[in-house]
């Protein structure tokens, strides 16, 4: 199982991004996907997941302004960022828990100010 991710990039500070993963390689959906980052210095923390059943959680400094949708037929997950500002800058990381836990390989996001 692979997991592909695209969208991140250099944005100003209120801007938008969007980023997406797909998962390739299985034909079993995902029990959970979703989006951790680490920004230098600092550990990995969670940004945002959705369940199989829907359900979603978002880490409290992302609340309000990033939203995340995914398709679990087709194992994509898509996180759509917005108002975002220096904090926000890090590397992105897809999640996906199928089966067992994947990682992506990472996408920059830089938000200048």
């Known amino acids: 199982v692979q997991l592909v991710e695209s969208g991140g990039g250099l944005v100003q500070a209120g801007g938008s991004l969007t980023l997406s993963c797909a998962a390739s390689?299985?034909?079993?959906?995902?029990?959970?996907m979703g989006w951790y980052r680490q920004a230098p210095g600092k550990e990995r923390e969670m940004v945002a997941l959705?369940?199989?059943?829907?359900?979603?959680n978002y880490a409290d400094s992302v609340k309000g302004r990033f939203a995340i949708s995914g398709d679990n037929a087709k194992n994509t997950v898509t996180l759509q960022m917005n108002s975002l500002n220096s904090e926000d800058t890090a590397v992105y990381y897809c999640?996906?828990?199928?089966?067992?836990?994947?990682w992506g390989q990472g996408t920059q996001v830089t938000v200048s100010s």
């Open positions: 999640y996906a828990y199928i089966r067992w836990t994947r």
């Open positions: 959705i369940s199989s059943d829907g359900s979603t």
């Open positions: 390689g299985t034909t079993i959906s995902f029990t959970q």
